[in-house]
């Protein structure tokens, strides 16, 4: 087991709970016509998310994996308008902090995969993130 998160441009995510459950099913078939380790895929905001996340915690595989401390590493996938993240269950509480902070940074979504809440963030005015819903 890992810990997930999911990082998506909101524009293209309903804005409630049952849609954005039903999206995210969709998001998890990878489809699309391209390997996920390749961050060219990706809109800017989500590179720029992502390149930031490399710094303290490096991709683990493919093209863009470094050599380096595993436990402080990731595993991203990565699609044109998401990026799902996986990281070591130990370094749980400072991926989502740090996660959270450059989804706030970079004017990204953040969805809590592996909360029993299942709390989805949307950026908002003041460049922070506001809780959109949850499961409570």
């Known amino acids: 087991m890992s810990f997930d998160l999911l990082i998506f441009e909101k524009e293209h995510a309903p804005i409630n709970r049952e849609p954005f459950l039903e999206w995210y099913g969709e998001q998890m078939d990878w489809k699309e016509d391209h390997t996920y380790g390749d961050p060219a895929v990706a809109t800017r905001s989500l590179q720029a998310w992502l390149f930031e996340m490399f710094q303290t915690f490096p991709a683990t ?42 989804a706030a940074k970079h004017g990204v979504g953040f969805f809590n995969v592996s909360s029993d809440q299942g709390e989805v963030w949307l950026s908002d005015e003041n460049m922070g993130l506001s809780l959109a819903h949850s499961g409570v």
Request: aromatic letters at 14%.
């Open 61 to 102: 595989n493919g093209a863009i994996s470094q050599n380096g401390n595993v436990l402080m590493s990731g595993d991203y996938s990565i699609r044109r308008s998401t990026i799902y993240a996986s990281f070591a269950w130990s370094m749980a509480d400072h991926a989502y902090e740090t996660a959270f902070q450059l």
